[in-house]
């Protein structure tokens, strides 16, 4: 099976890693514009063809062409259409303005496009939102048949709370978890390890100390795309511990040494809190080779 993939806001293909670990051929095209990103994407997939600015790309059904930024390119039926859009407008550490957000907006440049597509399979992923705007999305994706809405938590594949809503029609049992990554932190982080950092916002939080130290919890917090902040870390012999940035591809489900073409370890941490726990796409995909 070789499929044709549209892979929009690609960021480090997690999406096209996923489809490597489970043997599935794919013509990939990729549209991205964080430079550090595409520049992961590109040591680890030079192959795949990269489409610049997602609101320059169209998808001519009568030619089966995608024009973009980089030029006119025959592609044929898209097989399988993904992306992540940005979330900062609906995230609940961020600036709740849901689809007023510029970033947030983009999502529907992924609903214009799926409309110009038509895929076979398609998946859409986001942070945990309100109600409201999960609902709104839905009646966006309802035009694909069977699409389906999941409200799933990376926990049950690694060690990191990560709570992310996928919208696809693609056959899945999200109960159904393959995993051989490590789903206890301290299993990830070695000796020495005597609970996790929670900032004062969460639940676990009381008085007012910065951080509360939950001894023996499994699961790292949700990481960001900071090296720091909200990377909280974990406690060793009573000080605070901040993860590597080899700690933080695992907690994605990335190979170690994944996002060294990004440079820093700054740029590093952008790319890999920005994007997917690829442990969970790969089950997700597991759905098209029943």
Not at 36 to 41: K, L, M, N, P, R
Not at 136 to 146: D, Q, R, V, W, Y
Request: hydrophobic letters at 35%; a neutral charge; charged letters at 25%.
């Amino acid at each position: 099976m070789v499929l044709t993939v549209l892979s929009l806001f690609d960021g480090i293909s997690c999406g096209r890693l996923a489809l490597d670990r489970l043997g599935i051929e794919c013509k990939y095209y990729a549209s991205e514009v964080d430079k550090y990103a595409i520049a992961v994407a590109k040591e680890q997939y030079p192959d795949t063809t990269h489409l610049g600015d997602v609101r320059n790309v169209r998808y001519v059904r009568h030619t089966k062409q995608i024009v973009c930024d980089t030029g006119v390119y025959d592609v044929g039926d898209i097989d399988l259409l993904i992306g992540g859009s940005p979330c900062q407008g609906f995230s609940s550490c961020g600036h709740h303005t849901d689809f007023a957000h510029e970033q947030s907006r983009l999502i529907y440049e992924f609903e214009r496009i799926r409309n110009e597509v038509r895929p076979r399979y398609v998946l859409l992923e986001n942070v945990h939102m309100k109600q409201e705007s999960r609902e709104l999305i839905s009646e966006m994706m309802a035009s694909t048949p069977l699409v389906k809405l999941f409200d799933v938590n990376s926990d049950k594949w690694v060690c990191q709370h990560r709570r992310r809503l996928y919208w696809t029609n693609i056959p899945w049992n999200p109960d159904d978890v393959h995993t051989t990554h490590p789903l206890h932190l301290k299993d990830l982080v070695g000796d020495g390890y005597e609970g996790v950092c929670m900032l004062k916002h969460s639940k676990m939080w009381v008085g007012k100390e910065k951080y509360k130290i939950v001894p023996n919890r499994r699961m790292a917090c949700t990481i960001t795309k900071s090296v720091y902040f909200r990377n909280n870390g974990w406690m060793k012999e009573g000080e605070r511990t901040n993860y590597t940035i080899e700690h933080l591809e695992q907690l994605q489900t990335l190979p170690v040494g994944y996002t060294a073409p990004a440079g820093s370890k700054t740029q590093r941490a952008g790319c890999i809190g920005n994007g997917w726990t690829v442990a969970v796409i790969e089950d997700i995909f597991r759905g098209m080779l029943i």
